[in-house]
């Protein structure tokens, strides 16, 4: 029988709706892909995506170096390896997070397809369905992706302008406790959160660990931003207080996210355990990438390479940041990252993000609405903008336009004295950019 392709992408009739694992009901499509279709349009500025920009990166040297190592030791380089990852990345890696002030060893990481396949297999040996994981609000999309196919209860703590509030973590932990859950970690992006750009200070970082410890409550810290901070040396990891954090780290943002490798340092049981969980999912993790990145650290300038990043990021944000202060209306926030890609805006009142995304890719804008960002339906008055790919031009233009479907929004309620679409009613703000 002849099949359109209309017929195949048509998923309504699926032959296998009843056979699905229930763990299926939990996979969302992210909210973020299903916008870049339109986002890539040339004649909309898209301030959605968080694609890094590698246009800088030195490519005739890097592919004369790869072409060196696939000559002199194809063999290896394209045969199956380690469950852990080869050594040699690994005690790579070793020095990357001593940047941060980690002391690690290399027998205590595993190398995964990007820190994303960190977020799956440390879910994957730690959660049952049902379980509880605490998340930043708001918190990275593809994590709360992750923990939600594991079809565990991602519970937000509300969190301020350095972070996530000790004391509000304690509290949460202590009602969750109350009602008979089980809390299985702390979920944190503690340097230039995505999506919020907030970085916890060191102090924030210190109490935060010491709620945990005396709540016994893992904490799991992703830290692919952390080397690209803009303004002042990087604040140490949570790991480095504390060798019972697990640790995830990534080459995507600060070389190339395409030979997708990232780790994870953890404990050494949980270690062991997040090797066989890696052997059942991959047998190995790509052995050729992990070739192609520890070439990359031996042979190219890749302390260099990071401030070269750093000063296009850095501009960047600083047009984002003088672009919003010149066109925002009146009865709107935003955050100030210190790194990082990401700024996350708070509306005016009674304005919803959702509601006006088509208002926005009309006036040729995209950008990403809060709710992506909440497990929990919170983020309506929220949207986060990038700043990391467009040039400085196109983002002044894309804040531009930004500001304009706002304001249209707002002449809109005030012309016909409504709400353009309904808000949840929120908490009054704290001190600092309301990030509930
Ligand atoms: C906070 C955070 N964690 C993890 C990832 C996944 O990165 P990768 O799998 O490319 O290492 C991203 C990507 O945007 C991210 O922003």
Redesign the pocket.
Known sequence: MDVTDQERHDTRLDRFVDSYAERTNGMRVSAVRALFAVANRPEIVSLAG?MPNIKDLPLDSIAASMAEMVATNGTQVMQYGSGQGELPIREQIVEVMSLEGITAHPDDIVI????????DLVTRIFCDPGDVVLAESPS?V??LGTFLSYQTEVVHIASDADGIDPAALRETAARLRAEGKRIKFLYT?PNY??PSGVTQPLERRREVLQVCESEGILVVE????GLLSLDADPIPAMRSFDDNVIY??????TFA?GF???WVLAPHAVREKLVLAQESATLCPPVFSQFAISNYLSTQDWKGQIRVFKDMYRERRDTMLAALEEYMPEGSTWTHPAG??FVWVTLPEGVDSQAMLPRGVDARVAFVPGPAFYADGGGARNVRLSYCFPTSDRIQLGVQRFAGVIRNELEVMSTFGVRVSPTKSRRAPGPGPDLS
């Open positions: 968080g995964t397809a990007g820190s994303q396949q960190g977020l990275y593809g994590a992006i959160n995505n992703d830290n692919p931003y995830l780290g990534s080459f995507s943002k996210p997708r490798v990232g990082g890609f």
